[in-house]
């Protein structure tokens, strides 16, 4: 199944938007046998767009479209659609009625130019959009399905679920592409490659071929494995290699379906039904931020205080002046008066104490910038490191949250 995405929208073509949508069809289509060849982003131009359209009839089998069904002047994918083929612009009145009741439901009277959603070029079937006004709509034309829904991500996605479901799924025979995505961190990216090459390298050959890519990503490497086979499969392929690659990289792998690395501590802090509070200096409150990103990361997070002066670690951490004095605000004495302080404090199971030189400036030859320690004490154990990082300021940060983390996953994994 040939694929052609085209996300319509000018504010596509500015520096402040960006189209997604386009990479969560791909996805999907991928999964059931669709082979993405070109995306467009076209503007809110009615020629240009019709001119895709007519470009697209008969060239490939299938094109999704995203955007440009509301109400509004700029919103040219209904009449581009009746441009490009020359089709009469029918209006269903049932979908004039649903859309007016949707607006009596919130209390409202419909505007007249909502009319404009209810347009049907003659020919075209209509989608229903359960979360919105827009209706998608669907037209074969040469050979070709034209499908145009709404851009609102949360109103395309159940829209395309449908779409598989009732009419795409059928043509793909079973087969698709289907990838894992295996996160690892704490070892550099030829040092995964060095391990998990002689591995991955068999699979090329394989009755199940296996193609293999390695991203190196901020603080963390990824492995993207994908396989082209019918469902069942693909599954069994994709478990043994991961399989495979758990044993030549053992506990440095932290997800193996693309879930990230505070997803992946939640759920042990959760599983163990510990509460924990972080004492963060350099990172300044990213790995609070970072581990509130998890829906229901309010089972297990307490607090997180940024403690950037000495002032603030002693007062709101207890640290001690003789530490700080003798060691200075960056070392292993004060990370983990700070983890302990913030522990004893809230009463929380697990203490995280992060401090370190973000840079550029403030480093010195004995403690350069990215020197950064993190304490990170559970109730089983404590445990302080000192690490190098190297990188910006931004990427300091993210990667003392990361060490910080990574630290307390292998803490609490050991078990
Ligand atoms: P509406 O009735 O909401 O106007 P629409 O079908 O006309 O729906 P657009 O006006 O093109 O859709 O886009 C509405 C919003 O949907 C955009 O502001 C943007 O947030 C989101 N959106 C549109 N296209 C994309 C895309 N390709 N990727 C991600 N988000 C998108
Ligand atoms: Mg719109």
Known sequence: MRVWIVAIGSELLTPFRI???SLA?????NAIGGDVQMKFVVGDNLAALADVFRRAAGTVDLVVCTG?????ADDITRDALVEAFGLAPDVDEAIVEGIR???ERRGLTMPDINRRQAVVPRGATVLENTRG????LLIERAGTTIVLLPGPPREMTPMLERLIADRLQSRSAGRGLFRRVLKITGLTESDVDARAQPVYGRWIDAPVPIATTILAAMGQIELHLSVTAETPVAGHTLDSAVAELREVLGTAIFSTDGRPLEAMVGEQLRGRGYRIAVAESCSGGLLSSRLTDV????????????CYSNQAKIDWLGVSEASLAAHGAVSEPVAREMARGIRDRTGAQVGVGVTGIAGPGGGSEQKPVGTVVVAVITPEDER??????????DLIKFQSAQ?????????LGDR
């Open 19 to 21: 189209d997604t949508n």
């Open 68 to 72: 440009g069904l509301g109400p509004t």
């Open 101 to 103: 009741r949707r607006f």
């Open 295 to 306: 829906p229901g990361s309010s089972d297990y997070f307490d607090r997180g205080a940024v």
């Open 403 to 411: 060490a910080a983390m990574n630290m307390l996953r292998l803490m």
């Open 384 to 393: 302080v490191r000192t690490l190098l990082l190297f990188g910006g300021r």
């Open 133 to 136: 006004t827009a209706p998608g």
């Open 25 to 29: 069809i791909t996805e999907r289509l």
